[in-house]
């Protein structure tokens, strides 16, 4: 079993900068790879980005991709997602998600999922 808890969401001004973090648990962790998604209000769930379980491949989202940075910290069972020059358009509820399967693009696959954090990006 993996519990995912995601920190870091809050209300951010246009060009300014966020840093989540997503902290896991359980004995089996470092073995999936780890994604974030976002949900805005009226929208489906959408794939932002995701690292394999290595930490050496990394995938985003073509609206989010040279602006957003995934990481991982195995010592620390943290999955973090540094979001900067954020728009309006970013704003959603992101989660992180944990998936065995290697298809980091399709939400289906994901085995376990975070509560989400608001992120808020005012105009």
């Known amino acids: 079993q993996v519990q995912l808890v995601e920190s870091g969401g809050g209300l951010v001004q246009a060009g300014g900068s966020l840093r989540l973090s997503c902290a896991g648990s359980?004995?089996?962790?470092?073995?999936?790879?780890m994604g974030w998604f976002r949900q805005a209000p009226g929208r489906e769930r959408e794939f932002v980005a995701a690292?394999?379980?290595?930490?050496?491949?990394?995938y985003y989202a073509d609206s989010v991709k040279g602006r957003f940075t995934i990481s991982r910290d195995y010592a620390k069972n943290t999955i973090d997602l540094q979001m900067n020059s954020l728009k309006p358009e970013d704003t959603a509820v992101y989660y992180c998600?944990?998936?065995?399967?290697?298809?980091?693009?399709?939400?289906?696959?994901?085995?376990?999922w975070g509560q989400g954090t608001q992120v808020t990006v005012s105009s």
């Open positions: 359980g004995r089996t962790f470092s073995r999936y790879a």
């Open positions: 690292i394999g379980w290595t930490g050496d491949t990394t």
């Open positions: 998600a944990a998936t065995y399967s290697g298809n980091y693009y399709n939400i289906d696959l994901y085995d376990y």
